[in-house]
T-cell receptor, first 115, second 114 residues
Framework: KQEVTQIPAALSVPEGENLVLNCSFT??????LQWFRQDPGKGLTSLLL?????REQTSGRLNASLDKSSGRSTLYIAASQPGDSATYLCAVNHIGDTGGFKTIFGAGTRLFVKA | DGGITQSPKYLFRKEGQNVTLSCEQNLNHDAMYWYRQDPGQGLRLIYY???????QKGDIAEGYSVSREKKESFPLTVTSAQKNPTAFYLC?????????????FGPGTRLTVL
């Protein structure tokens, strides 16, 4: 059964710091992995999607890497800003037990960037 | 202005009542989803629909029902059979249920049982 874990559950950093959020998954047979941002009481916004054949994706100050064989992904945020404060979730897409395509989400890392 | 809307933003329900959460999208997406989010847990899939007049149970469908009479709309009913309905409910849509299609999420509805 595919499980997705995100560590740490919460993180507080001073403004300007570079930081790494971690995501691990138990079954390496995934099609892709996606990172989302969620502001308090709001829906999810897609940040980056990495296909299983890719090693990384970049968007602005964000860089996501994928090591499928070891079941790990990281989201690197450069020069963090208070506006980056949010919960970051990762999700993997794979074939579920019944043969259908499934998305499994981690519980998220709550990030607080102090001004 | 394209996107997904959910209403209401907050909903309070007495025990034993059924309530319906609305989800509408104008993205012309075929697939729509309902997720439940609880503190400290990842999103869990309740129901999904690949096309109009079709829907499938997700991982936690017990106590919930849906309909998909129109492409734009996918309402979720939380019935009295759902033992612990207090949660944050998120609706999403994607072009299809294909593995490469990104899901776009609505703003969510917070349901509280009094």
């Amino acid at each position: 059964k595919q499980e997705v874990t995100q560590i740490p559950a919460a993180l507080s950093v001073p403004e300007g710091e570079n930081l790494v959020l971690n995501c691990s998954f138990t079954d390496s047979a995934i099609y892709n992995l996606q990172w989302f941002r969620q502001d308090p009481g709001k829906g999810l916004t897609s940040l980056l999607l990495i296909q299983s054949s890719q090693r990384e994706q970049t968007s602005g100050r964000l860089n996501a890497s994928l090591d499928k064989s070891s079941g790990r992904s990281t989201l690197y945020i450069a020069a963090s800003q208070p506006g980056d404060s949010a919960t970051y979730l990762c999700a993997v897409n794979h074939i579920g037990d019944t043969g259908g395509f499934k998305t499994i989400f981690g519980a998220g890392t709550r990030l607080f960037v102090k001004a | 202005d394209g996107g997904i809307t959910q209403s209401p933003k907050y909903l309070f329900r007495k025990e034993g009542q059924n309530v319906t959460l609305s989800c509408e999208q104008n993205l012309n997406h075929d697939a729509m989803y309902w997720y439940r989010q609880d503190p400290g847990q990842g999103l869990r899939l309740i129901y999904y629909s690949q096309i109009v007049n079709d829907f499938q149970k997700g991982d936690i469908a017990e106590g919930y029902s849906v309909s998909r009479e129109k492409k734009e709309s996918f309402p979720l009913t939380v019935t009295s059979a759902q033992k612990n309905p207090t949660a944050f409910y998120l609706c999403a849509s994607s072009m299809t249920t294909g593995v490469t299609d990104t899901q776009y999420f609505g703003p969510g509805t917070r349901l509280t049982v009094l």
